[in-house]
């Protein structure tokens, strides 16, 4: 089952698109009041005078996450110099997902509500997350779409030329990878992980091992290395190496579902059921994509003798399949 899994890892890789928004950078940002999940409302308006980054996210998508995490990160050093992060999800999404999204991971920037996706057509939003850095006047100075490797590189240095910090020619210094040494060790990671993954297609799982290690080595904060890394092994039975590596994806980002479904498959490797299922359980809530955490607590549940839940657990996660609802949801396609 796992090595169906991570071959259909493969289909479902990360293409990143070119563009953001239908809006070109000069233009003014369309106004929008929309209604903040903790009550009252905001609007663009109210942010003249500061530069504000508005993040179109889903409470679905890894990449969605590790995006608000650098955009929240840079507004600590930021925000006292005029900066502001707004974080806009539609009404559709799990707003109660999404407000815990936000404060189990410390962001203190506010969360909008777009009702009938009014901002995302005003904006044209073609991929999600999409950060678009509005100026103190209250135009388009830049986006970024999805959350490429060097986002951070990026936002930090749009903030500082928009900031007035830095020049023209000093932003091309920041944001060329082929001048940022860190970029060169994002896209070295990113050449290993993407060979880790042809290898993964083609059975040779040891090499795969080998390049996913390589990937990690250039860049240890490449949380779909680790959890490729935790699969691999577990794949392999190396449940140690398994255990090691889920865990770490999970202090780099504690809400994955993916890493917590493989932490659970590698628990029941060890012979931890009982807490295994407490991992597993949650998650099948929390994860939009629980097709592979539903088929690990059946495992979990026809080890402990308990056929009839086995049997229920089965029975959903051939459901998602049949559904096309593929993990791991961090690497997943945009949609």
């Given at each position: 089952?796992?090595?169906?899994?991570?071959?259909?890892?493969?289909?479902?890789?990360?293409?990143?698109?070119?563009f953001g928004?239908?809006?070109?950078?000069?233009?003014?940002?369309?106004?929008?009041?929309?209604?903040?999940?903790?009550?009252?409302?905001?609007?663009?308006?109210?942010?003249?005078?500061?530069?504000?980054?508005?993040?179109?996210?889903?409470t679905d998508q890894e990449r969605s996450i590790l995006a608000l995490k650098d955009a929240n990160d840079i507004l600590k050093n930021y925000k006292g110099k005029g900066m502001q992060v707004l974080g806009i999800i539609e009404d559709?999404?799990?707003?109660?997902?999404?407000?815990?999204?936000?404060?189990?991971?410390?962001?203190?920037?506010?969360?909008?509500?777009?009702?009938?996706?009014?901002?995302?057509s005003d904006y044209g939003i073609r991929v999600f997350p999409t950060s678009v850095i509005v100026d103190r006047e209250g135009a388009i100075a830049y986006d970024i779409p999805s959350h490429p490797l060097t986002y951070k590189t990026k936002l930090r240095g749009y903030i500082k030329k928009v900031l007035g910090e830095i020049n023209e020619s000093e932003l091309k210094d920041v944001v060329s990878p082929h001048t940022a040494g860190t970029d060169q060790g994002s896209l070295?990671?990113?050449?290993?992980?993407?060979?880790?993954?042809k290898f993964t297609e083609s059975g040779l799982l040891d090499m795969a091992v080998n390049s996913v290690t390589k990937s990690i080595e250039a860049r240890p904060d490449m949380l779909k290395a680790h959890i490729l890394h935790g699969f691999l092994h577990l794949e392999l039975k190396d449940t140690d190496q398994a255990l090691n590596a889920f865990k770490r994806a999970l202090?780099?980002?504690?809400?994955?579902?993916?890493?917590k479904t493989g932490l659970g498959g590698a628990l029941i490797l060890k012979g931890d059921l009982d807490r295994a299922i407490e991992v597993l359980e949650p998650a099948t809530v929390a994860n939009p994509y629980p097709q592979m955490t539903y088929y690990e607590l059946g495992k979990a549940y026809e080890k402990k003798g308990e056929k009839d839940k086995s049997i229920e657990m089965y029975k959903k996660a051939i459901e998602k399949i049949i559904k096309k609802q593929i993990l791991p949801s961090s690497i997943s396609r945009c949609k």
């Open positions: 089952m796992i090595q169906i899994i991570l071959s259909l890892i493969i289909s479902l890789l990360f293409v990143p698109a070119s928004i239908s809006i070109s950078a000069g233009e003014e940002a369309p106004s929008f009041n929309l209604k903040s999940t903790e009550g009252g409302s905001l609007s663009l308006n109210q942010q003249k005078g500061t530069v504000t980054v508005i993040i179109f996210w889903r559709s999404d799990d707003i109660k997902l999404a407000k815990k999204i936000i404060a189990e991971n410390g962001m203190t920037f506010p969360l909008l509500i777009d009702r009938d996706r009014k901002v995302y070295e990671a990113q050449r290993q992980y993407n060979l880790a993954l202090e780099l980002s504690p809400g994955s579902n993916d890493a």
